[in-house]
């Protein structure tokens, strides 16, 4: 029996598992049920594992006699889960807060992006940015996610869309997974937007037949690491068929299935995403009925991203036809040039007073069904023996606070630990 062990949290006025039964995901009556024990403590293994969580008095007897290389005395606060973003575009240069300053005069994402702008401003200075510049500011915005609470986060290329920009910033981001301790699940995303001087046809031909094989060479070499494949899949991008063929043949190369879809137009992009199995469709500002329904009997998650609705005064994600159809319904910040929002804290506080989730609902969204979106729910997302030790220490008694505040999080969240270690 080990006697050594990495961190024991004790005296916590609650800790919010989220799940106790190893859940995949949750559903909604799952997510308005969420797991919360008061009192309680939690022991982290010299492995940056979960040992326990339960009853402080429990923990006390179960631990007689152990020793911890480090003690958190949490009277007066709370444990919860590391927060997952599953939605981030954080490998960028080029400010676009003139483009800020358009849409509150009231040009649309779609005017901006066809006079050039958009997308395709930030895919000029990306590709002009050295791999040591992009790396330098992804760090840094990693460090602000980490600092309101977020301890696995998705982050996709596509402010390349050539190769060579594309791997620069596919390079960068596994970079950044080596250097710094925000868990990264990466995403190819090259179809983020058709490159100028071509058709959504011939940019879909050179994904298929010359990016992805190329890719997947990389990967098979060691070179580069991916996760999941993204395309835009919206009118005037990439309409659907072109959608289906890159998303079918980056799939049959191992590549999970993570798109944008029903953002600005109703595209059956929840349908498509429900045919091809994929892990998450994100957006869905304009899914229709029969989208919900066809998500509602898959398995592919529903990434929400609130800030997104927010500010470019979208129609609000359609959080509870969805949840009550029985989606898996997750939440992601969306952080980009265009949605400019690092804390999962805030995005969690939109979806709760503008798409009508309860907190336990957000939260849920933000953790467990957040790593599941990413394919990574068995290790991540809730506070459960075996998981990685990821977790967030509020300075309050009560877990709502972390929703119910919105902005100034840095004096709420007083530690956040990613495998057993404060960051
Ligand atoms: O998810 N909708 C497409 N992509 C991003 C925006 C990217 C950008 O404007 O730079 C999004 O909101
Ligand atoms: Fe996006």
Not at 357 to 380: D, F, P, Q, V
Request: glycine residues 8%; proline residues 3%; aromatic residues 6%.
């Amino acid at each position: 029996m080990e006697t050594e062990f990495r961190l024991l949290v004790k005296n916590a006025a609650q800790a919010v598992l989220v799940c106790a039964h190893n859940e995949r995901y949750l559903t909604k009556v799952g997510m308005e049920t969420i797991a919360v024990i008061e009192n309680a403590s939690l022991v982290i293994g010299r492995d940056g594992l979960i040992k326990a969580v339960g009853p402080t008095t429990a923990i006390a007897s179960q631990f007689k006699g152990a020793t911890f290389e480090n003690i958190i005395d949490a009277e007066g606060m709370c444990i919860l889960p590391g927060l997952v973003d599953a939605h981030t575009h954080p490998v960028w240069a080029g400010d676009r807060v003139h483009e800020f300053a358009l849409k509150l005069a009231g040009a649309s994402y779609m005017e901006i992006h066809q006079a050039g702008g958009g997308i395709h401003f930030t895919v000029e200075h990306t590709r002009r940015a050295s791999a040591e510049e992009l790396l330098v500011s992804l760090k840094q915005r990693l460090q602000r996610m980490l600092r309101a609470g977020t301890t696995l986060v998705e982050c996709k290329s596509g402010y390349g869309l050539d190769l060579d920009t594309e791997i620069k910033m596919l390079t960068v981001i596994e970079q950044a997974r080596q250097e710094q301790p925000v868990g990264i699940s990466s995403t190819f995303c090259g179809a983020h937007s058709v490159p100028k001087g071509k058709t959504a046809k011939e940019a879909t031909k050179d994904i298929i037949n010359v990016h992805l094989p190329q890719l997947k060479k990389k990967v098979e070499n060691g070179d580069l690491h991916i996760d999941n494949i993204d395309v835009f899949c919206e009118k005037g991008v990439f309409d659907l068929d072109c959608t289906r063929a890159i998303l079918q043949t980056g799939s049959s190369m191992g590549f999970q299935i993570n798109f944008h879809g029903d953002e600005l137009h109703p595209m059956n992009s929840a349908e498509l995403g429900a045919e091809l199995n994929a892990l998450a469709v994100s957006h869905l500002e304009e899914v229709t009925d029969k989208g919900i329904a066809a998500m509602a009997k898959s398995k592919t998650a529903a990434v929400l991203l609130p800030t997104t609705a927010y500010m470019l005064r979208l129609k609000q994600p359609r959080a509870r036809d969805m949840l009550n159809a029985g989606v898996i319904v997750a939440l992601g910040s969306d952080f980009n040039p265009n949605a400019y929002c690092f804390s999962m804290p805030m995005v969690m506080h939109f979806a709760c007073v503008n798409m009508k989730m309860s907190m336990s609902e957000a939260l849920a969204a933000s953790t467990i069904n957040a790593a599941y979106a990413l394919g990574k729910s068995r290790t991540h997302g809730s506070l459960e023996v075996g998981k990685n030790g990821d977790f967030v220490i509020l300075k309050s008694s009560r877990w709502e606070h972390l929703i119910y505040q919105f902005g100034g999080h840095q004096e709420l969240v007083k530690y956040v630990v990613v495998k057993g270690v404060i960051v």
